[in-house]
């Protein structure tokens, strides 16, 4: 049987070796698994079910537990073998403007983020970035819940992220887990498990206040695109570029307006300030040198930028957790982020006046 299979596989049957594979692992041979993994298509919780339906012993689908994520089918000591290849994995550049923690689910998602911290090393442009990338955290990916739908945006539980992320301090998060679309919300950037360091470099970009360069959603271009509102790639209305080269201290002759079809949707044209078609259209593409130049200023002040905490501190205000919203709301006004600092005089204004009634 295993011999069947394995030449169904050599000859691209993936189809008829699978069922082949999983009757060997039934009736005892464990090894068996590994090729189960290799053609299956199912999803992280499917692969899951399976495993704990077979009758073999721990240790040997201890290993097919780790690359599913789900630790705590792992003792702790097992939980430690399989993390500490991947439990130094970070860059730290000389400088730090923003820091950046990743959460990891899976042994599969700590091989991708292990390649792509080495090829974001080895990036001339995403290097020079005074980013520092924070030692991975992992986080059992059946408590984390991260969505495995291919055509829509991953998903996952915020709820159960915060309470895992209580006293680690961090700017950005970088969640890689999951399967479906990238995604930047607020500080938390939402990476599919195999993404590739393109698709890592246009999501970071977010972060630093850059917008897609091909036609936004119509709720979302009623957003965005407003004129006078200084983006770093983007210009609402020709009459604003005086405002940006002043805003950004950048001369005239770096700039080359080139319309781009992102506020459409707004009834807006915008414009972009290279002629080259960028990351922000296709996240393959080159990214410009004057992008780059931009995302350095804006590192040179990191204050502006929205810290994931007071994200969080949001969420939690919306479940009315204010013990949670006060220590997110803390983290962020320590990043130096305005709106914190001010909401917390807010409170701290309210708390004094309620006691003097």
């Avoid at 039934?26 to 992280?44: E, I, K, N, S």
């Avoid at 001339?124 to 955290?137: A, G, N, V, Y």
């Avoid at 604003?240 to 044209?269: F, I, K, M, N, R």
Wanted: hydrophobic share 45%; charged share 15%.
């Amino acid at each position: 049987m295993l011999q069947q299979a394995e030449k169904a596989e050599q000859q691209g049957l993936s189809s008829l070796a699978l069922p082949l594979y999983q009757q060997a692992v039934v009736l005892g041979y464990t090894p068996a698994v590994a090729a189960v993994f290799r053609l299956q298509q199912g999803t992280t919780a499917e692969l899951g079910q399976w495993l704990s339906e077979l009758q073999a012993e721990p240790a040997a689908l201890a290993p097919f537990w780790a690359e599913l994520g789900y630790w705590q089918r792992l003792t702790p000591l097992q939980q430690q073998d399989f993390q500490q290849p991947y439990a130094g994995l970070r860059f730290t550049p000389r400088s730090c403007g923003v820091s950046v923690q990743p959460v990891l689910t899976s042994l599969v998602g700590a091989r991708q983020w292990q390649l792509l911290l080495t090829n974001l090393k080895q990036d001339i442009q995403l290097s020079s970035l005074p980013i520092c990338w924070l030692t991975p955290l992992f986080i059992d990916s059946k408590l984390l819940a991260c969505s495995e739908q291919a055509t829509q945006r991953i998903q996952c539980d915020l709820a159960a992220l915060q309470q895992q992320l209580t006293g680690a301090e961090f700017h950005q998060l970088l969640v890689l887990a999951g399967r479906g679309g990238a995604s930047y919300n607020n500080g938390l950037l939402q990476l599919p498990e195999q993404s590739g360091l393109a698709l890592l470099r246009h999501e970071l970009s977010h972060a630093f206040g850059f917008l897609d360069e091909y036609t936004l959603l119509p709720k979302v271009a009623q957003d965005e695109c407003r004129p006078g509102r200084l983006t770093p790639n983007l210009l609402f209305d020709k009459a604003d570029l005086a405002a940006y080269q002043q805003h950004w201290q950048l001369h005239a002759d770096e700039l080359e307006l080139t319309p781009v079809a992102s506020c459409h949707h707004a009834g807006l044209q915008a414009y972009r300030p290279v002629v080259a078609d960028t990351h922000m259209q296709h996240h393959e593409l080159a990214m410009p040198a004057l992008y780059l130049k931009l995302m350095h200023k804006q590192l040179a002040r990191p204050e502006l930028l929205m810290p994931a905490a007071y994200y969080f501190a949001y969420l939690a205000r919306q479940q009315q957790d204010w013990p949670a919203w006060q220590r997110w709301m803390q983290q962020a006004a320590k990043f130096g982020y305005r709106p914190a600092q001010q909401a917390l005089v807010t409170q701290n204004a309210s708390q004094q006046q309620a006691a003097a009634l």
